[in-house]
């Protein structure tokens, strides 16, 4: 399967999600996009809407870009995975680097996370990236694996074959810099065997995304790389003829 991942983060308004949306639905086709999914993650405040304008569009998914690990209870200001399923989201970000940079969120929170997301049938998209400083002392597949290792700590195969895995090196969001299709490959590769050391086969289909200034003019090396199954865009994914160029860029790869 391959993905391709709109997070809007904190951008558009109800007027603006819904011309993207539209504009999307005109041009990506299920001919189109092939075995292509789209994902889409608006401001929580706009799911329900992209739920309504996407209902008669399988191919086009709608997700959370957070969720709360509890079910329910006294934490104003958040939703909660079993709300996000309940409104009819497809999947949930977990663990973006800005939440973790942010909001604090450790690995333990993106654990629970994911495992309260697979219990209410929402596909979890988790991300993993090293900042610069870690790239720079050179250990960044050792903390990346950490990171993906603490991420699905007690979830067994059954549930595992929901999980996306996306690789966004911190250095390269919203930076303009992009991994070079050779270093996205390296650490796909290296979460892959991760992925292959826990569940065997299964990790050969379980989607790993690369995110970080993915955009038109470099996508297509990025996605022509073995172990990169899709991206997950910021910027890129706020304009429609972008998107639908990286869409065709992953359809073709
Ligand atoms: P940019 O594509 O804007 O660098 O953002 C990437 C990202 O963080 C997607 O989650």
């Known amino acids: 399967m391959k993905i391709l991942a709109g997070n809007w983060k904190m951008n558009t308004t109800f007027e603006e999600g819904y011309t993207l949306i539209e504009a999307l639905k005109t ?5 189109r996009l092939g075995e292509v999914v789209v994902v889409l993650a608006p401001p929580v405040v706009q799911l329900t809407q992209a739920i309504d304008l996407l209902i008669d569009y399988p191919e086009m998914a709608v997700a959370a870009q957070n969720g709360h690990a509890s079910d329910s209870g006294a934490f104003t200001g958040e939703v909660s995975m079993a709300q996000l399923a309940d409104a009819g989201a497809d999947a949930v970000i977990i663990g973006h680097s800005e939440r973790r940079q942010y ?7 993106v654990n629970l996370k ?3 997301a697979l219990a209410h049938e929402l596909r979890p998209i988790v991300c993993v990236g090293e900042d610069l400083s870690v790239r720079k002392a050179g250990t960044h597949l050792a903390v990346v694996e950490a990171q993906l290792r603490a991420a699905l700590d007690g979830i067994d195969g059954d549930l595992a074959e929901n ?5 966004e090196p911190v250095w390269a969001i919203g930076t303009g810099e992009t991994a070079t299709a050779a270093q996205a490959q390296e650490m796909h590769a290296h979460l892959r065997g991760v992925l292959r050391e826990t569940y065997g086969e299964l990790a050969n289909h379980m989607p790993i995304l690369y995110g970080g200034s993915c955009k038109p003019s470099n996508a297509a090396e990025l996605f022509a790389q073995p172990d990169v199954n899709g991206g997950l865009i910021g910027g890129a994914s706020l304009v429609a003829a972008d998107f639908v160029a990286l869409a065709d860029l992953l359809q073709k790869a």
């Open 27 to 31: 041009e990506l086709s299920p001919e």
């Open 103 to 109: 909001s604090g969120e450790t690995d333990r929170d």
């Open 114 to 116: 994911t495992k309260s």
């Open 163 to 167: 999980v996306v895995i996306a690789y």
